[in-house]
């Protein structure tokens, strides 16, 4: 779409009459333009750019400008005296001193009551100094702002002003009563203490059942970057905040890295599904980060992966940080994210904003999520999230994919194999009952499916594929309703 460091942001007006159905997005852009804001009229098919919104505190004093980490929103109820359908914008304006490098940063908050074609200095939430690669600075970063029930505005954002107690940095939040006008104390929400770990780039969102999760990065932690998540029943109290939460993780053992995104969307089932999107993985997971890793259990249990729409290129570790998902009416799942350019990878200056739209697949689990009995990952642009796993012949082989569905009932389980040069095909076992003979039939490039009936109970159930006479392919195990209707019906 245009060239931009990263960080996209997007919002759906739905609360504005007169503007519902647009979306806005907001991303940071390399120089001192301040913070871009682009609009779409049709779905995200097609963007134009509207303006650069600008530091109206500093707007006088050069060195100054709304350049970072924008988060872009909208009032779902009021707040203050804004009412319902505001649009709020906040971002990091730094400061530069005079070797042009960045020594101070104050998260601002802006609004629009005319659908972003202007925009009002609202507030500073937090001010901070230091150079990010000073190891004693006093920084502040990241903010993301909700709305509570009762009209509270609350933004969480990175401090790393509490290193004299022991923390590198640590996720925090303040409280506004009168729509960001004003904020109260700040209190801390993760905080390791040991002064190694930085916890960082909180997202939050809201669930089916009302609570909160908030999704976040531990860098410098024992696997560098790995994603967690916390819970909280009013999105003020997350527990104790040396509590790291639940890992996001496949059964396999893969996780995703740095820079996440948390979304849920009515999905799947009464619970929904969850969506968490990062700039990578490890644990075996994809190191380019074009995975997206959901969950349908509001948490419970493994992660499992599908292809994000954008598949971005590698090249540039500033690329990828935070990324864009929206549910389109047609069912599409949009992303916009962040790439290096093919050109110059290495060159953040030239990075991309790409966005993209494709159905997503909840009902299907990666064979290289499974927990694996000799059995290993391997790569293959032909399988659908660009691997797979070879699962070992009988008796040993085999792929444990605990699975969730919302209702009993009989469900079509398709797996999709293919042969290691010897003829075989897999055998399914569901809740420790093995099945009868699959049904098969060919695809192309050298797959197949083989398709069998079974009743699943409510909840988590154990489905086990297990090898054949000879080693075999394993691309995903697919679970669907038998009568086509949804998990949700």
Same mark, same amino acid.
């Given at each position: ?140 970063? @990241? ?16 401090? @790393? ?43 939050? @969102? ?284």
């Amino acid at each position: 779409m245009t060239d931009g460091t990263g960080y996209p942001s997007v919002v759906r007006i739905e609360h504005n009459a007169s503007e519902r159905g647009r979306l806005l997005m907001a991303f940071e852009k390399h120089g001192m333009d301040g913070i871009p804001l682009w609009e779409s009229r049709d779905g995200g098919e097609h963007w134009q750019f509207m303006s650069n919104v600008t530091d109206q505190v500093h707007r006088k004093d050069p060195s100054w400008q709304l350049r970072w980490q924008p988060h872009i929103t909208e009032t779902p109820r009021a707040s203050g005296d804004l009412p319902a359908g505001t649009l709020l914008l906040s971002a990091n304006a730094t400061g530069n001193d005079a070797q042009h490098r960045v020594s101070s940063e104050d998260l601002q908050l802006y609004v629009s009551r005319d659908g972003g074609k202007s925009w009002t200095y609202r507030s500073s939430i937090i001010k901070g100094g230091g150079r990010p690669e000073d190891k004693d600075n006093k920084g502040v970063w @990241e903010s993301n702002v909700h709305i509570l029930d009762d009209g509270r505005m609350v933004a969480y954002y990175s401090t @790393e002003q509490h290193k004299a107690q022991g923390y590198n940095q640590a996720l925090a939040h303040k409280v506004s009563t009168d729509g960001g006008k004003h904020w109260s104390e700040e209190t801390l929400d993760v905080a390791i203490p040991g002064g190694v770990q930085r916890p960082g780039m909180a997202i939050v @969102e809201r669930l089916a059942d009302g609570r909160y999760a908030m999704t976040y990065e531990n860098i410098d932690g024992p696997n560098n970057g790995q994603v967690f998540i916390k819970f909280s029943r009013d999105g003020l109290d997350w527990g104790d905040p040396q509590d790291h939460g639940e890992p996001v993780m496949t059964m396999s053992g893969a996780w995703p890295s740095a820079c996440p995104v948390v979304r849920w969307f009515p999905l799947g089932g009464p619970e929904g599904v969850i969506v968490v999107s990062a700039q990578r993985a490890g644990g075996g997971g994809d190191a380019g980060g074009r995975s997206l890793y959901w969950n349908n259990a509001s948490g419970r249990g493994p992660w499992w992966e599908m292809p994000a729409p954008v598949q971005k290129r590698t090249g540039n570790i500033h690329a990828g940080w935070t990324q864009a998902l929206l549910l389109q009416d047609d069912g599409k799942l949009l992303h916009v994210t962040s790439s290096s350019s093919a050109d110059a990878p290495r060159e953040e200056a030239r990075n991309e904003i790409l966005y993209r739209a494709d159905t997503p697949h909840f009902d299907r689990y990666e064979a290289e999520d499974a927990a694996r009995t000799s059995a290993v990952a391997i790569g293959d642009m032909k399988a659908s999230n660009g691997r797979k796993a070879r699962l070992g012949a009988a008796p040993e082989g085999r792929l444990r994919f605990e699975v969730h569905v919302a209702a009993a009932g009989r469900y079509r389980l398709r797996v999709r194999y293919a042969e290691v040069g010897l003829p075989g095909m897999p055998t399914l076992a569901v809740n420790g009952a093995v099945l009868g003979k699959s049904a098969t039939h060919d695809e192309q490039d050298g797959w197949r499916i083989a398709e069998v009936s079974a009743s699943l109970l409510p909840g988590f159930n154990t489905i086990d594929v297990d090898g054949g006479a000879h080693a075999l392919d394993v691309d995903y195990l697919q679970v669907a309703r038998a009568d086509g209707t949804s998990d949700s019906q």
